[in-house]
Structures are given as structure tokens and as C-alpha cells.
């Protein structure tokens, strides 16, 4: 069996870091990690839940001839039953505190390749969805910034 991507175990880091924070009324089988960030509520064993997914496309800074620096985007995306209800939840606010103070600025512990992680936001909440599927969505993006050692280089 072939060795697991640089980008697939910042993925699965990030799932089970997020589910050690204990997020208010979150269980822990409810954050998964999925190919892509959706409004399915299928994906989810259950509501509130948080998808971890890859995202968007990676961004590559100049490297040296033997490693390239790679930044590596992970969607976080929150899901929970809005039913309508138009007052400001905390609680949802404080989940998205609760990961951003988790990653922001540091290494990823668990992936000894990764050295800083920075916050890209997306919109809190998708009017749109609201609208037309009663779920409040939102997230935002973390972009893990590791080296790797470029494969066949001398």
C-alpha cells in the first residue's frame, strides 16, 4: 500500500483535531472528512456537523531544487438546522472561534511537515441556503503551509 499524500493526512489531522476541541452540541462522529464541502445532509451522520474537505487549489511559493513549499487548503464547513430562526446563534459563532484559535499560525501536530497554517474566510452563513434548504452553512478555509522533498531530485 502506497504512502498517504502530504495533502490527504492534513486532512484526516485536521478531522480528528477538530473533533478533540468538543464543540458544543457537536458529537464527534458528526466531523468528517469528505471529498467536498456540501450542503448534502447526507453526508453528515447527523445535525450540527462539520465537513473537512480539500479545497480550491493549492498555492506554491519558490522552492529550492530539492523541496517546494506548499500551501494546502482544507475547507471547514459548519452545518446545522436553521429552521427559520433569524436570531444571531452563538453558539455557531463560537464554534468557528473555537477551530480558527485551534490552527491559526501554528504547526499541525501530527504532520511533522507542516509548519504554519493561516485562515481564509468564507461567508458565515449562505443566504442562499438559508433560503431554500433551512441549514445554516458557513466556514472557511485553512491553508497548511508544509515542505515536501521533491520525489526523483538528487
Not at 459548519?78 to 429552521?83: H, I, P, R, S
Request: with cysteine; hydrophobic share 40%; charged share 20%.
Amino acid at each position: 500500500m502506497a504512502a498517504l499524500s502530504l495533502h490527504k493526512r492534513i486532512v484526516d489531522q485536521t478531522t480528528n483535531r477538530i473533533q478533540l476541541l468538543g464543540l458544543t452540541n457537536i458529537p464527534t462522529a458528526n466531523v468528517v472528512s469528505c471529498r467536498l464541502p456540501t450542503d448534502r445532509v447526507s453526508t453528515l451522520p447527523g445535525l450540527p456537523g462539520v465537513l473537512v474537505s480539500p479545497f480550491g487549489q493549492e498555492t506554491l511559493p519558490p522552492g529550492s531544487t530539492e523541496t517546494t513549499d506548499v500551501g494546502y487548503p482544507v475547507a471547514v464547513t459548519f452545518v446545522a438546522a436553521a429552521n427559520q430562526n433569524f436570531s444571531v446563534q452563538d453558539v455557531e459563532l463560537l464554534w468557528r472561534e473555537a477551530v480558527i484559535d485551534a490552527f491559526i499560525d501554528q504547526p499541525l501536530e501530527g504532520v511533522p511537515e507542516v509548519y504554519d497554517c493561516q485562515v481564509e474566510p468564507l461567508p458565515i452563513i449562505d443566504m442562499g441556503l438559508f433560503r431554500e434548504q433551512n441549514l445554516a452553512v458557513g466556514g472557511f478555509v485553512l491553508r497548511f503551509f508544509g515542505t515536501r522533498v521533491r520525489v526523483g531530485r538528487n
